[in-house]
């Protein structure tokens, strides 16, 4: 036994001394950043973005006049982000407004136990959307092949490592994540390429099971925000023209559907920017994700709306106190 298990010692050593500094190296990372950045500001924090990737492209906290933090992720579903809402609500004393992203097709979509971002929540948010799994303690275990990949493509070119701030905004992209720059934001040399709308399935599929469940998720985290006096802001970032022109009738129904129970609602609104700056390529990565030069645009966009909403709350408050 003795000799087993000083056998297996031998084998495991060199292994972890070659995977122990590549699984720290690629801790450092998005996560970690929103992570901390929460942490270390959530005394502070008035405005909470959540939603998937096409708002954490879309805003940069650290541009917004208020005091941001966006817990926005790549591939997040509705009930992942109201994981994260219900985690960080109670340690978030100033939380005034929650921007929520309402993209098309957000209803129609959940995050199961197959979940590929399953392990990133549990490590850095101490979230688990899964039955434990001691794998996903740990990016490798939890996804070797692709961090393996991650990894060698960084050390191979810096080009491939996007830069973010501390907020977790990436503010200077990768090569390989700009398809529009990769075409010169020439739209015929994008149509030819069968590059764009690989993200149209997901937008226009219909699921009534998800749609049902995401519909009361929303409303418990509105009664929540009302409880607390918070802003409930659902909001649709920019998507490009292309992106724009080829959803379905249907999806859009179904979102406006959801919307029509809070017409009358003035905790709760719906800021719908998808056709803007829909015609310049310029300002987007892909079909559905702002570059940092269009999120520079949005977020000031944001900022002047949000404004707005302050003026009236505090004329509202005023009003109340006469």
């Known amino acids: 036994m003795r000799k087993f298990l000083i056998n297996i010692a031998a084998f495991a050593f060199p292994l972890v001394l070659i995977f122990a500094p590549m699984e720290v190296y690629l801790r450092d990372n998005i996560y970690q950043a929103k992570s901390d950045y929460l942490e270390q500001h959530k005394e502070k924090i008035e405005t909470l973005i959540l939603g998937p990737s096409y708002s954490w492209r879309a805003i940069n906290p650290e541009g917004m006049e208020l005091p941001t933090a966006s817990l926005a992720h790549e591939a997040s579903a509705i009930n992942t982000n109201l994981m994260l809402f219900e985690k960080f609500l109670p340690q978030l004393p100033r939380l005034k407004y929650v921007l929520f992203d309402l993209s ?40 070797f092949r692709f961090y393996f990949k991650l990894f060698c493509a960084y050390m191979k070119d810096e080009k491939n490592m996007e830069r973010y701030n501390e907020s977790g905004f990436i503010y200077d992209v990768s090569d390989f994540n700009d398809l529009f720059g990769q075409y010169q934001y020439d739209t015929t040399k994008l149509k030819a390429s069968g590059e764009l709308f690989k993200r149209l399935p997901y937008q226009n599929s219909i699921h009534d099971e998800c749609y049902s469940k995401n519909e009361k998720l929303l409303a418990d985290m509105v009664a929540k925000c009302k409880d607390r006096g918070i802003q409930v802001v659902f909001v649709a970032p920019p998507k490009f023209w292309m992106n724009n022109k080829a959803a379905t009738a249907e999806v859009v129904e179904r979102r406006e559907r959801f919307l029509a129970s809070y017409e009358e609602d003035d905790q709760v609104v719906f800021w719908n920017y998808e056709h803007v700056l829909e015609d310049d390529p310029h300002y987007f990565l892909d079909d559905t994700h702002l570059n940092p030069q269009g999120a520079e645009i949005f977020t000031e966009i944001l900022n002047r709306r949000l404004g707005g909403l302050r003026l009236n709350r505090q004329q509202a408050q005023g009003s109340d106190l006469r």
Do not use: C
């Open 104 to 143: 098309l097709g957000y209803m129609e979509n959940d995050n199961d136990q197959r979940w590929e971002s399953n392990h990133l929540f549990n490590i850095y948010y101490d979230i688990q959307n899964y039955e434990p799994d001691v794998k996903n303690n740990f990016l490798l275990t939890a996804n």
